[in-house]
């Protein structure tokens, strides 16, 4: 179960109950994936039913970091304090097997559950900001004009605590049964890669190329 | 709003409220986003408040296919036709802007609400199966063991009309405010590039590595 003294606290709705092998509990692991990842699925329920929407975030210590225009319904509804799960999925391959029912995908996911809270205070609200973006792109914060009173007014800034939250991990090769190892077809996994391509200038840039935007 | 005559029907649920007009209704457009991506995101709600899990999928015609373990919770759940949102986002890149307020990403994202249906005829339930597998990776399904009756069993299938879907893509340079453009740093776009990576073949294979394997 790789649980240490560094885990989240388990309630009912974060044990991960398929494939039980596959949960992680500890800070270390879910951290790693948040901080790895762009966006992340924001499901939450409505008057119209369950919702899922996309959105980027970033990490301030125990809380994740989410932002929208203040006229979002979205963010206005989450801004409420409903229940909401926030699940961030990075796949890293395919795993192809001998038998149809063996394919898999390796990858690492982490699903959050609580209620979100409204930040207000105008210094917390700019900092969570800087983070969300240095999360994205770091070193970026410092070169860019920084928002206004009126921006940081139709920008809604929410944290969600990461208490009750699990990761869930598949990484390896595929796992056959005994008796289809001796089927002639090629077995194994093919990563999946992500990678920042050539960056294309606005046709009224007028700054070089920054460092964290220079391909290694 | 590029509604056409092949539009999905439009509920209320469905309408992208933000930035409407980075919406778009059209067919061609939401399958083009649901053939291209490999997993989708899931919420539904439970007696314990909203959950999104990622998962797999395939396209039949009109409806999206998922699968799972029969033993899985959100298959036992979705198979009894409770409302059920899912979503497909693709990352194409990061938007940098002169302010920090006007950064974003470029992205194509789908969203299918509906309930999702049982398939249980074998037949049918094999063929929803290799066009998953098909989607994601071609020509694959013909190369490997077919599923087993005990493994179909354990196996459950799900299809879900795309009937009310939307899209929402956002393409192009970043939207500065006219008097930032003076501002001396880079702005402009960065493309993600998801590849797939050198196959790492099980080290029991035996087989050749296939023609959908082979890198151009």
Not at 75 to 83: E, F, M, T
Request: proline share 6%.
């Amino acid at each position: 179960m790789n649980e240490t003294q560094n885990a989240v606290p388990a309630t009912k709705r974060v044990r991960v109950k398929r494939l039980p092998d596959r949960a992680r509990y500890d800070r270390e692991t879910i951290e790693a994936i948040l901080d790895e990842a762009f966006i992340c699925h924001v499901g939450f329920n409505t008057e119209h039913g369950p919702v899922v929407i996309p959105t980027g975030y970033g990490r301030d210590g125990n809380n994740l970091i989410i932002h929208g225009s203040a006229a979002s319904q979205m963010l206005r509804d989450l801004s409420k304090g409903v229940d909401v799960c926030v699940t961030v999925t990075i796949l890293d391959g395919l795993v192809l097997a001998r038998s149809a029912f063996h394919h898999s995908m390796n990858y690492r996911s982490v699903v959050i559950f609580g209620k979100a809270e409204l930040i207000t205070e105008k210094e917390e609200k700019n900092r969570a900001l800087e983070i969300l973006s240095e999360h994205i792109i770091r070193d970026r914060w410092k070169d860019v004009r920084p928002p206004s009173d009126k921006e940081l007014k139709a920008t809604t800034v929410l944290r969600l605590p990461i208490d009750e939250a699990s990761a869930k991990v598949r990484v390896g090769p595929p796992k056959d049964d005994e008796e289809d190892h001796s089927i002639n077809v090629w077995a194994g996994v093919v990563p999946f890669e992500t990678t920042l391509g050539a960056p294309i200038a606005d046709e009224r840039n007028i700054g070089a190329l920054p460092g964290y935007l220079r391909q290694e």
